[in-house]
């Protein structure tokens, strides 16, 4: 999978032109394509990529089904649109909105219950890379939020490894890193659900991945695709980084 995630970026008139660029080039993915837009955009955007093999990602959802919670979309609402997919956990919503452990838990019991797969993100901050506590935190990000999930639910589950050290800072984590890191959340995976299921999840890389490093990136037998922020906000870049997932 090659899911894009264009954060607070691009008025609604501007993800229009994006979305219909990405219709017009998108023809015969070999992977999933994903673009994970703002709330705003997604219904219409759903109308415009609709025939195509690009499929639509929320970038968060409520923590709460429905009822008084002034501004926060609930994950029905998200569903409703014809967004398949929710993107939860990500760092800049753990860092700046105090995610929780236990809101995520929330978020991603409500995004299946409504039918939304979870692209769910992980990764350690700069200062526990440093401190060689990154696998330390991505089990404890694992097994606070997600680990709680059956086998079954399992199944609507993407994991992305997003280094934070990386988002955004032109600091992409060598192949060596990332596939370190991929093959040990995979073994994690298959201590709690077996080796199958492990097998058969889908494991992104996020962070500073561009249309110039992703083969690089996605020839680790473990890294299955990317989450990528900066380079989806340009069709060419994201279409390049699709050929290199093929
Ligand atoms: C992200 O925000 O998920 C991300 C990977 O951002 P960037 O590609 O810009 O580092």
């Known amino acids: 999978m090659v899911a894009g995630n ?12 994006l979305a ?3 219709k017009q080039s998108v023809k015969n993915p070999k992977c999933a394509v994903v673009i994970g837009t ?5 219904a219409t955007v759903a109308e415009i ?91 404890a990000q694992l097994e606070g939020s997600v680990f709680n999930l059956s086998a079954e639910q399992w199944a609507d589950i ?7 050290w990386a988002i955004g800072t032109g600091l ?19 201590e709690k659900y077996g080796e199958q299921i492990a097998n058969d999840t889908t494991i992104l890389y996020g962070g500073s991945c561009n249309a110039k490093n992703a083969a690089e990136l996605f020839a680790n037998p473990d890294v299955d695709g990317g ?8 069709a060419p870049d994201f279409c390049t980084i699709i050929e290199a997932r093929g």
């Not at 264009?6 to 008139?13: E, F, G, I, S």
């Open 6 to 17: 264009w954060k607070m970026n691009k008025t609604l008139q501007e993800g229009v032109a």
């Open 20 to 22: 219909t660029e990405l």
């Open 38 to 42: 703002p709330f705003i955009h997604l």
């Open 49 to 139: 990529i609709k025939g195509t093999p690009i499929c639509l990602a929320a970038e968060n959802c409520a923590d709460k089904a429905s009822g008084a919670y002034t501004g926060e979309v609930s994950a029905a609402m998200v569903a409703s649109t014809g967004a398949q997919y929710c993107i939860l956990g990500h760092s800049e919503r753990r860092a700046y909105y105090h995610e929780t452990y236990d809101i995520l838990r929330e978020k991603v019991l409500l995004a299946l219950e409504n039918g939304l797969k979870p692209i769910f993100c992980i990764g350690e901050v700069k200062e526990e890379r440093e401190a060689g506590k990154q696998n330390e935190v991505v089990k």
């Open 158 to 164: 993407t994991l992305a490894y997003e280094p934070v």
């Open 172 to 190: 992409t984590a060598t192949p060596e890193q990332a596939q370190e890191m991929h093959a040990y959340i995979r073994s994690l995976i298959a």
């Open 227 to 234: 989450l990528i922020g900066g380079a989806s906000l340009k």
